[in-house]
Structure formats: C-alpha cells, structure tokens
C-alpha cells in the first residue's frame, strides 16, 4: 500500500471516512427511529449509500495510484470524484430527512431537482470511472504480482456496476415521466444485487492483491490466487445478472 499520499489522496481519504461515519450514524439513527428498511423512503439509504461511496472513494483513490497516468490529471479527476460522492450522498440523506424519495421523485419542482441532480451526479461517475478504467488497459498497472491483474479486473466489473446503475436511472426516470411514479420506485429492484456485487470489485481484488504481497507465497502461487478470486468474482456477477434477466 502506498505510503505519503499527495494532498488530494489525504482529502479524498477524509471525505471518505466522513461519508462511512455518517452511514454509521444513520444506522444508529434507525436503530432509534426505526421504520422500514426498504422501500423508497428508508435510512437504509443513507446508511447503504454513506457506506458505499465512502469506501469507494478511498478505494478509487488508493487503487488509481498504480495507473499509469499524470498526477496532475489523476488530482483532478480524483477531487471531481470526491465531490460528486459528496454530492450524491447529501442528496440521498437531504431527502431521507425530508422523508421523501430520494431518486425518481417527480412529485414537487424541489424533488425533481435533487433527483435530476442525482442523476447528472450519476452519470459523472460513470465518465471519471470509465477514463479510469481505460486507462488501467491502455498502461500495464504498477504494484506487486497480481496487482496488475487485480485493478484491470476490478475496474473492469465496476463497469458493470456503472451499466446496471444507469439502466435503473434510465428506467426509473422513463415510467416517473410517464406517469408511473410507484412502478417507477420498484422497477430498480432486480438490478439491485448486480449493482451492488459489482460495484466493490474495485477495492477486494486489489485488496487480496496487497495483502498476498506480505506473505512469503511465491510469485506464481500468488498470481495464481488472485486469478482464481478473479474468476470467483466475474461467477458472482454472473449470477446476480441472470436473476437480474429473470427477475426484471
């Protein structure tokens, strides 16, 4: 793991410990509020998406700095990242207070706005994913043996992540807009395990990386293991994406 981050790594680092700690203060505060945890209106959201996106950041953050591409553009891209996460995450938990929806509210000017604003915010996460992305295939990674492998596949699924993300969006906002606000609420549900089983690829494959280069396994026997938890993964993706056909 990469030891004297520049400032923007260590502003990314702290974003994403705020928004883990504030999924874990929500959580707190459904243990005392109570209410469903699923359904539109729920702080599971806040609590999911705080915790996701947190950890995601840090993730993004820690594995981009074995691509190959310039710090100057990496900063940006990463401090772009960092505030559309904040972005995201204060939309989702504003609405969550307001006990409203948050995404695919077409009911007032106000929920429309922020639900456009998700969806935009959604759709920049998908551009500054994807550059990451390409640029891990275009360069050879750096990092110990396995690692190249690792972040290739990890980006590589967290694009599946991204496609299942806005296929909800865009299914979402089309039966919203066409009057069919409560289908529109439930019409994310099967893709939700896709989503979900994907979109952490990027942070366990690199993790297991990492972790395999403190032991004393010979390179071989490591690069090994991590093709297997490769293979393991893009099997657990699989099956979430035919439950998604069988279930949408």
Do not use: N
Request: net charge positive.
């Amino acid at each position: 793991m990469k030891l004297h981050a520049r400032p923007a790594e260590r502003l990314c680092h702290v974003i994403g410990a705020l928004l883990i700690l504030s999924g874990l203060v929500h959580l707190v505060v459904f243990a005392v509020d109570g209410g469903p945890w699923y359904g539109p209106v729920s702080w599971r959201k806040p609590v999911t998406f705080g915790l996701s996106f947190g950890a995601t950041l840090i993730a993004v953050t820690w594995v981009t700095s074995y691509l190959r591409i310039g710090a100057r553009l990496r900063t940006v891209l990463l401090v772009v990242f960092a505030a559309d996460c904040v972005v995201e995450v204060g939309g989702i938990t504003l609405q969550a207070w307001r006990r409203v929806p948050s995404h695919l509210d077409m009911e007032t000017p106000f929920d429309t706005a922020v639900s456009m604003m998700l969806a935009v915010g959604g759709g920049v996460l998908v551009v500054l994913l994807t550059v990451f992305a390409v640029t891990s295939f275009r360069h050879r990674p750096t990092g110990p043996t396995g690692m190249a492998l690792a972040v290739r596949s990890g980006f590589a699924i967290m694009l599946v992540a991204l496609a299942s993300g806005a296929a909800m969006i865009a299914r979402g906002v089309v039966l919203a807009r066409t009057g069919h606000q409560e289908a529109a609420y439930h019409s994310t549900a099967p893709l939700k395990p896709l989503h979900g089983v994907s979109l952490h690829a990027v942070l366990a494959l690199p993790a297991l990386a990492w972790l395999l280069s403190r032991t004393s396994w010979s390179e071989a026997v490591r690069l090994r293991v991590v093709t297997v938890a490769v293979g393991c993964y893009v099997v657990a993706v699989a099956g979430a994406g035919v439950w998604a056909v069988l279930t949408y």
